[in-house]
């Protein structure tokens, strides 16, 4: 039997997961033991806030067990359930009708006998929100992002992609083409200089840009009518991914494309159900029959994935018609007003805010171990929230990513900021006299 090395000692308050995916070896399994030599010496310092589990329903206050076994019970920042229908009386009656009706799983994949009847109204409805009539489910929205890129573009084409743009995205361009081109984050004129180098040299292949309408490490959105003339111009086709925005934000719940007057102008719109609709899944929308008929049978992550359930195609239809209702309306207001709020407490106490009013707040830290820090403090304190950090985000600009619900009120809202607040402060304070002390 092969005997290794111990994994070496890990700064639970340094490194970050980038440092254990490219890590050259003979043994596979050699990445994993120094992983988890570092993961287990975060849970340790007690700065490790990720694989929380929720104790109770994911409402504005929750309870929540860390992986160091701490459980926190307050205020919830760290759901996405924007428009707080997780627990909403229609959505579970919804819910147990289709377990009545068809039981709890889908039984095969959409290509075979996977789908239900429900699914058509469900697509009706979201092509009627979006005005694009043609729409394929997914098995989640990271499905719908991926095997749209992995089923419609090939070697010969070419993709522009927003360097900021979900992982789903770049993972199904990589998969897809050699010919992968990232632009700077929002930025048309830069889009613009690779597309002309691209028509410049290659007239046949096909392009695809990517994009997001609301970037939700940011919190900003990019200008889609600018987008879709630039590729209207150079013979590209637009996709724009709607999932923090779409039902939650916008004119009746359009998002970011309702707001900005491109309905039914976007080529093709990908989201999903896992942040207004109270469930997994995702869908594609397009204008053209013969692209949704194509991606059902050569998107592989649809193709060769069992169909999304019974139980969520029935929630996430009734939620669309929650979304389209007076109540939707409301709750998108609540939301709103949540948001604004929550921004203005934080901002009165100098916490550094990132982008525009968005169910998603970014409060910038900065350093890595001011944020690990900082994110413990906060769940002592009785606040649950996530925190983003390199790779995920640039390096030194580690952040909350505070989700704002519906049903979270003024005083939530301003308890929180207070909280927050002082957490980092907290933080910067312990981590500058633990540097001072490494100095001296």
Not at 340 to 362: H, I, K, N, W, Y
Not at 393 to 406: G, P, Y
Request: charged share 20%; with cysteine.
């Amino acid at each position: 039997m092969n005997s290794f090395p111990a994994a070496p000692a890990a700064n639970p308050l340094g490194g970050s997961i980038q440092d254990y995916l490219t890590r050259p070896s003979p043994d596979l399994a050699e990445k994993a033991r120094a992983f988890c030599a570092w993961y287990d010496a975060r849970v340790a310092q007690g700065g490790f806030p990720y694989g929380k589990q929720l104790l109770a329903t994911p409402g504005a206050e929750t309870s929540v067990q860390h992986a160091d076994g701490l459980v926190t019970h307050g205020i919830n920042f760290a759901s996405q359930d924007y428009l707080g229908l997780s627990t909403h009386p229609s959505i579970r009656e919804a819910a147990l009708d289709a377990m009545d009706r068809y039981g709890v799983h889908s039984g095969g994949s959409p290509t075979l006998a996977g789908g239900v009847s429900l699914c058509g109204p469900l697509c009706e409805l979201i092509g009627e929100q979006l005005k694009m009539p043609y729409v394929m489910l997914s098995p989640t929205g990271w499905a719908a992002g991926y095997g749209l890129l992995r089923g419609l573009v090939r070697e010969t084409d070419h993709v522009i992609i927003d360097q900021l743009a979900h992982n789903c995205l770049h993972e199904g361009a990589a998969a897809s083409t050699r010919q992968v081109h990232v632009f700077r984050h929002l930025d048309v004129n830069h889009a613009r200089l690779k597309l002309g180098a691209i028509r410049a040299r290659d007239t046949r292949g096909g392009i695809l840009v990517v994009t997001e309408s609301l970037f939700s490490m940011d919190a900003d959105s990019p200008d889609l009518a600018a987008f879709q003339k630039l590729c209207r111009e150079f013979n590209a086709t637009l996709v724009v991914d709607v999932a923090h925005d779409f039902g939650c934000t916008g004119p009746g719940g359009t998002g970011e494309i309702g707001r900005q007057q491109m309905l039914g102008q976007i080529d093709l719109v990908i989201g999903t159900f896992s942040k207004t609709f109270a469930t997994n899944g995702g869908f594609v929308a397009t204008h053209r029959r013969e692209i949704r008929e194509y991606l059902r049978h050569l998107s592989p992550s649809t193709t060769f994935s069992s169909a999304i359930s019974p139980l969520q195609v029935a929630i996430a239809h009734a939620a669309l018609r929650l979304v389209r209702s007076e109540e939707g309306a409301q709750r998108r207001l609540q939301l709103a007003n949540a948001v604004a709020t929550l921004r203005e407490e934080l901002a009165s106490r100098d916490v550094e805010l990132m982008g525009r009013p968005a169910p998603m707040v970014p409060v910038l830290i900065g350093r890595d171990d001011v944020a690990r820090t900082a994110v413990r403090l906060l769940a002592e304190m009785g606040v649950v929230t996530n925190l983003i950090e390199y790779p995920a985000v640039s390096r030194a600009t580690a952040r909350f990513r505070l989700q704002v619900m519906s049903s979270h009120t003024s005083e939530m809202c301003r308890e929180a900021a207070g909280k927050v607040a002082r957490a980092i402060l907290s933080a910067r304070e312990v981590c500058s006299s633990a540097t001072r002390a490494v100095a001296v």
